[in-house]
């Protein structure tokens, strides 16, 4: 491996090959927001059902839930968000920066970046404040108190309100969980470091409802359970920790939370948190609505359920990835970059070349071959450019294999399959490649 990663590489490459742009740049862009690409889309794409799999269609206890994004203002209230989801904030009147006021020792100095906030003998902060995370809508054609309406900060509490459509419908009983993954919007103060902390993210949240007294064996299952599924997909463990919250640092209503962490470019940082939320939440929306969100047995017991929350963004995961899979290194005296994904999360599963593409009966055979494949697999024709530059441009995207049509596969019908990672290559017959490849794919 060359250099190490910074997040300025990783945001090159993913504008270089059409992962991530920043969005509405013709007009100067909005200050963490962006756009997906091509390959962004299908490594989103494979990162979603990799959790929906893992989630949901692997288990018998967990169900899926799609709700709405904006809901009933009265929600935010029940949950304690439109009183209590803030963060401090100071402004300086030199710089006219504005700065969390909780993590002045992460931040620059706006005139003096050598410096954190407030420590420039010229630096003048405001005494802290609170400000509300929370977009604020309307909903009707007039603008009132009644109107007054919030993009959701999160999506768990879409599915508590919906916990006894669920217990009902489902026909569930604890422990059982309902996953969702949805868009959630923040306005956060300080957003940045790329797609770390962004205004609108995509979670990927599970409620596990289970007994009072089984809660801590739950939440200490669940840690393990999401650390593991990133050792699967590919993240190096030596990159990967759990970190436990202190008492001082966990919210009012947890017991135990515990983070999964990366060390992303920018340092260690939250990949995944999982919450004991207790039974906070579903007390809350059954004193709020005077509706009873409880399990009720079929021998009468009755009690509140308490709640285990595993909750990611899948932008956090999709930069852990970019980041671990990127490897600079010298092949034959030239640089190369290189995407080392994991087959499952890759954009592109698989890359058809015809050698010369010029060549009709080459071109012939690369197309009948990619037509062949491209309804099992996400897989690629490219023929545009010398061979080498084009198997540089797969490698860049992190694409496993690639196959390559040739003169030898007019006269012998096989074809050379080139390894992303090592650059073996070795001839297959043509009519084995989709077993072959099927093979090595999960």
């Not at 003048?124 to 919030?150: C, I, K, W």
């Not at 070349?353 to 690369?366: R, T």
């Amino acid at each position: 491996m060359g250099e190490p990663v910074t997040m300025e590489k990783i945001v090159s490459l993913c504008r270089r090959r059409g992962f991530v742009f920043p969005s509405s740049e013709i007009y100067g862009g909005l200050g963490s927001t962006y756009d997906y690409g091509h390959y962004g889309v299908l490594m989103k794409n494979n990162i979603r059902s990799l959790w929906f799999r893992e989630m949901v269609q692997e288990r018998d206890d967990i169900v899926a839930l799609d709700s709405a994004i904006i809901l009933n203002p009265r929600v935010w209230e029940a949950s304690g968000h439109v009183a209590g989801f803030s963060d401090p904030l100071v402004d300086c009147r030199t710089c006219k920066l504005r700065f969390r006021a909780d993590k002045l020792d992460e931040a620059q100095c706006g005139r003096k970046p050598s410096m954190r906030p407030g420590e420039w003998k010229e630096c003048d902060l405001t005494e802290p404040r609170h400000f509300n995370l929370m977009f604020q809508t309307r909903v009707g054609a007039v603008e009132d108190a009644s109107s007054v309406a919030y993009l959701r900060p999160e999506t768990a509490q879409g599915i508590f309100v919906n916990f006894k459509n669920v217990l009902q419908i489902a026909r569930r009983k604890p422990p059982f969980g309902i996953a969702q993954i949805g868009k959630s919007f923040r306005n956060e103060i300080t957003p940045g470091n790329f797609l770390f902390r962004v205004l609108e993210f995509e979670q990927m949240e599970m409620e596990y409802f289970v007994p009072p007294d089984e809660a801590e064996r739950w939440f200490e299952y669940w840690v393990q359970a999401r650390f593991d599924w990133y050792l699967k997909y590919g993240l190096r463990a030596e990159k990967l920790r759990i970190r436990e919250h202190s008492e001082e640092e966990r919210s009012h209503y947890s017991s135990a939370t515990s983070d999964i962490e990366y060390e992303y470019p920018i340092g260690w940082g939250e990949l995944e948190g999982v919450a004991n939320r207790g039974d906070y939440d579903l007390v809350q929306h059954t004193e709020h609505s005077g509706t009873r969100l409880e399990f009720v047995g079929e021998g009468g017991e009755r009690y509140t359920p308490h709640v285990i929350e595993p909750a990611v963004s899948i932008e956090r995961i999709f930069v852990a990835l970019l980041a671990d899979g990127y490897h600079e290194e010298e092949v034959a005296g030239r640089g190369r970059t290189v995407l080392r994904l994991h087959p499952a999360v890759a954009p592109v599963k698989a890359a058809i070349l015809p050698l010369i593409a010029k060549d009709s009966g080459q071109v012939g055979h690369a197309r009948a071959l990619y037509e062949e494949l491209r309804g099992e697999h996400l897989v690629e024709y490219d023929d545009g450019g010398a061979i080498g530059r084009r198997y540089r441009r797969q490698d860049e995207i992190g694409t496993p294999f690639a196959f390559t049509v040739d003169e030898q596969t007019l006269d012998d019908e096989t074809v050379t399959v080139r390894d992303r990672d090592t650059l073996a290559q070795e001839r297959l017959p043509i009519g084995g490649v989709r077993a072959w490849l099927g093979d090595r794919l999960p």
